[in-house]
């Protein structure tokens, strides 16, 4: 009998379907279907909607959220969320508009752009502190992400206001209009610069989640902290950089946003945690942890954003927006647990 007469086959074997498989099987890939269909509907509805004036407005809309949307997906894919990135966005551009104008009243001016690199890592520091306390917090005394943020949320908007006496704040000095060029200017008068820094913060967030092994242990730890921790992952070491990198980007779309605006209001992005987290989700972050990406936290950004747009363009009500927000996330909850109960 030959050596080979015995071999089986199996017919279920090396016969996944192409768009079973990667990328393809990802909600992402589901919800960038949807934009895309969503993008044709809304560009025959209305002959605004492609312009170039537009798309501008669009993309530099979605990026004063999206980079904050990478770290709150970070903080998702560990299986946590943060819910003070509204006020950390807050405290960010309010610091390092009274740091600006501090140094400007103070006359140290030791070289030109001085005032602006002290008054962003000013900024940047103070929400890297807030992260730090709700790593800390999280990490180390094992308390609830929901509650703790939730009280951070509320303890950081209350100091802005101390800081501020519930009054907005303003860059000054000699390096304001540099301040101005660098967060509100626009690449070949075309291309938002906030979308520059959207596109380096998620390359590098790519790199870091799919080739570091800080990448693979943050989604160990939302995949089965317990587990995790067994194989050796310094469980608490990365919750901790995790909620800090989710605040200073958080920090990032802060100073961004005042530069835009001119200004620093003490209650500059109110509410913006509940978009941010919907974005997240759905772009195709697992609330339970251990799915997520950045691709799909810039892709749910793109989606809310082309339905206000669109809701804009089409003189709908403004209010309507939240609740359709709201039925998104409910309806890409429900498309990720149709899919995992497909695929299981």
Same mark, same amino acid.
């Given at each position: 009998?030959?050596?080979?007469?015995?071999?089986q086959?199996?017919?279920?074997? =090396?016969?996944?379907?192409?768009?079973?498989? =990667?990328?393809?099987?990802?909600?992402?890939?589901?919800?960038?279907?949807?934009?895309?269909?969503?993008?044709?509907?809304?560009?025959?509805?209305?002959?605004?909607?492609?312009?170039?004036?537009?798309?501008?407005?669009?993309?530099?809309?979605?990026?004063?959220?999206?980079?904050?949307?990478?770290?709150?997906?970070?903080?998702?894919?560990?299986?946590?969320?943060?819910?003070?990135?509204?006020?950390?966005?807050?405290?960010?551009?309010?610091?390092?508009?009274?740091?600006?104008?501090?140094?400007?009243?103070?006359g140290?001016?030791?070289?030109?752009?001085?005032?602006?690199?002290?008054?962003?890592?000013?900024?940047?520091?103070?929400?890297?502190?807030?992260?730090?306390?709700?790593?800390?917090?999280?990490?180390?005394?094992?308390?609830?992400?929901?509650?703790?943020?939730?009280?951070?949320?509320?303890?950081?908007?209350?100091?802005?206001?101390?800081?501020?006496?519930?009054?907005?704040?303003?860059?000054?000095?000699?390096?304001?209009?540099?301040?101005?060029?660098?967060?509100?200017?626009?690449?070949?008068?075309?291309?938002?610069?906030?979308?520059?820094?959207?596109?380096?913060?998620?390359?590098?967030?790519?790199?870091?989640?799919?080739?570091?092994?800080?990448?693979?242990?943050?989604f160990?730890?939302?995949?089965?902290?317990?587990?995790?921790?067994?194989?050796?992952?310094?469980?608490?070491?990365?919750?901790?950089?995790?909620?800090?990198?989710?605040?200073?980007?958080?920090g990032?779309?802060?100073?961004?946003?005042?530069?835009?605006?001119?200004?620093?209001p003490?209650?500059?992005?109110?509410?913006y945690?509940?978009?941010?987290?919907?974005?997240?989700?759905?772009?195709?972050?697992?609330?339970? =942890?251990?799915?997520?990406?950045?691709?799909?936290?810039?892709?749910?950004?793109?989606?809310?954003?082309?339905?206000?747009?669109?809701?804009?363009?089409?003189?709908?009500?403004?209010?309507w927006?939240?609740?359709?927000?709201?039925?998104?996330?409910?309806?890409?909850?429900?498309?990720?647990?149709?899919?995992?109960?497909?695929? =299981?």
């Amino acid at each position: 009998m030959m050596a080979g007469a015995n071999i089986q086959t199996f017919s279920n074997v =090396g016969h996944t379907r192409f768009w079973q498989r =990667g990328f393809l099987a990802s909600q992402s890939a589901y919800v960038l279907a949807a934009l895309v269909v969503l993008v044709v509907i809304m560009s025959l509805l209305s002959p605004n909607f492609l312009t170039g004036g537009n798309i501008s407005n669009i993309t530099r809309n979605f990026s004063f959220i999206a980079i904050a949307t990478l770290g709150m997906t970070l903080v998702i894919i560990t299986g946590g969320i943060d819910l003070s990135v509204g006020s950390t966005i807050a405290l960010s551009a309010t610091v390092t508009s009274l740091v600006m104008g501090a140094l400007a009243t103070s006359g140290f001016y030791p070289f030109a752009g001085s005032h602006l690199v002290l008054s962003i890592l000013a900024g940047l520091a103070a929400a890297a502190a807030v992260g730090l306390f709700n790593g800390l917090a999280i990490a180390k005394l094992k308390l609830s992400p929901f509650v703790t943020t939730l009280g951070t949320l509320s303890m950081v908007r209350g100091l802005v206001y101390v800081a501020t006496q519930g009054r907005g704040t303003f860059p000054a000095g000699p390096d304001k209009d540099m301040f101005l060029l660098v967060t509100a200017g626009k690449l070949f008068d075309a291309v938002p610069i906030a979308f520059i820094y959207l596109l380096v913060c998620a390359f590098i967030m790519w790199v870091a989640l799919n080739h570091t092994a800080w990448g693979k242990h943050v989604f160990a730890i939302g995949s089965n902290e317990n587990a995790g921790r067994l194989t050796g992952v310094n469980v608490d070491r990365v919750k901790i950089q995790v909620y800090m990198l989710c605040a200073m980007a958080a920090g990032v779309n802060g100073i961004i946003i005042s530069g835009w605006l001119g200004s620093a209001p003490a209650n500059l992005a109110t509410a913006y945690e509940l978009t941010i987290i919907a974005a997240a989700v759905i772009g195709g972050a697992n609330l339970a =942890g251990g799915v997520g990406g950045a691709m799909g936290a810039i892709i749910g950004c793109i989606l809310i954003e082309v339905i206000r747009n669109g809701l804009v363009l089409a003189r709908v009500d403004p209010y309507w927006q939240q609740t359709l927000v709201g039925a998104i996330i409910v309806a890409a909850v429900l498309v990720d647990r149709l899919r995992s109960t497909r695929n =299981g």
